[in-house]
């Protein structure tokens, strides 16, 4: 290479508009460039007409598909790297929420055009998610379209020991990780419908774009919890899924709900029961497992709450801190006053 190409492409590297001077142009150039990585428990990974996987001796595959939507799952312009993190992170969520180990994903991606900076940050931030969690992209499709984006995952458990919904029984504590509601307050302050302090509203708005799914801590569960669900549509929602399927209510206690210092001073506990894209853990577990969830929690440093108790009622109820009942909406607008 002549001196004065190779000077020009340190320039526009040193511009960052080197990937703008990539043409793409097939569909295989495009895979290969941006989602071929090596494998690190795959039989057979992309490139063939489809995988394979071998999967361990006495285990179950747990599978989970979620599909996110430019317009109704992000808003348009959202940083491609923060897209690629939370669109595999979110299929961690319910791979964790069984109380199994992620391991596989494919990826179905439909783009409006090539855009080589975009698709670069959007794999980086997918690949970040996935090294953190040991993941492996085996496959998928890529097709010309609106902008969206299906991820299926797999994960791997020992036979039998996956968490149910349907597992809940009375007289078991309720848990949740980590706070609830921030994801949702970050997306009313996008939205310009809330403000909040700066320092809060960068907690919430990372909360919202770059979650963090709960794997290690999902992982510890299977010995202790009865029934377990990811927190993505709101508390109260996923709680209804739980208590549904194992044919049991429950009580909460609502100065024990963890969550930010602006939702308990203004009592805006909306955000928390029923703010959606929060991706924690909510399960529930015999009482005399309450120390050993206390201590997962230290080990895995992730804060665990018990929020509740599962009983014999028909409903869900809340109770504040004189036991009284607290009025709620299932979805929706609420008020504590
Ligand atoms: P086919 O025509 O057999 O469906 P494709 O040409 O669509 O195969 O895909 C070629 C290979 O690239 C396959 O292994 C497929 O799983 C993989 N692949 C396609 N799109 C993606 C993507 N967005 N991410 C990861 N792998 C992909
Ligand atoms: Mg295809």
Redesign the pocket.
């Known amino acids: 290479m002549g001196l004065l190409l190779k000077l020009i492409l340190i320039l526009l590297k040193l511009l960052g508009l080197k990937n703008k001077s990539i043409m793409i142009t097939s569909?295989?150039e495009?895979?290969k460039r941006?989602?071929?990585k090596k494998n690190r428990q795959t039989k057979l990974?992309?490139?063939?007409?489809?995988?394979i996987i071998q999967i361990q001796k006495n285990h179950e595959l747990v599978i989970s598909s979620d599909m996110l939507v430019e317009g109704i799952h992000f808003i348009k312009n959202t940083n491609p790297s923060h897209l690629g993190w939370k669109s595999l992170a979110v299929n961690l969520s319910d791979i964790s929420a069984m109380g199994a180990q992620p391991k596989w994903a494919?990826?179905?991606?439909s783009l409006p055009k090539v855009d080589p900076i975009w698709l670069k940050k959007f794999s980086q931030g997918f690949f970040k998610c996935a090294k953190k969690f040991n993941i492996d992209?085996?496959?998928?499709?890529?097709t010309k379209g609106p902008l969206s984006i299906s991820i299926t995952i797999m994960g791997e458990i020992k036979k039998n020991k996956s968490l149910l919904r349907s597992g809940a029984q009375i007289g078991d504590d309720i848990w949740v990780t980590g706070e609830l509601g921030n994801a949702s307050m970050g997306l009313a302050c996008l939205q310009r419908k809330l403000k909040l302090s700066p320092t809060l509203k960068t907690k919430c708005i990372k909360s919202l774009q770059t979650p963090v799914p709960k794997v290690f801590f999902g992982l510890t569960l299977p010995r202790y919890a009865k029934s377990c669900i990811d927190v993505s549509d709101g508390l109260i929602q996923d709680l209804t899924h739980i208590t549904k399927s194992s044919k049991v209510g429950a009580t909460l206690f609502i100065e024990k709900i963890p969550c930010n210092a602006a939702i308990k001073t203004s009592k805006k506990y909306h955000y928390a029961l029923n703010g959606g894209d929060d991706y924690e853990l909510l399960f529930t577990a015999p009482k005399k497992y309450s120390s050993h969830i206390q201590k997962i929690s230290k080990k895995t440093k992730i804060i665990t709450t018990r929020i509740g108790v599962i009983t014999n009622q028909p409903s869900i109820s809340i109770l504040d801190r004189h036991g009284k009942l607290v009025s709620f909406k299932n979805k929706g607008y609420d008020h504590f006053a």
């Open positions: 569909e295989f495009l895979i941006y989602f071929t990974g992309i490139g063939d007409d489809a995988a494919t990826l179905s991606i992209l085996i496959g998928g499709d890529t």
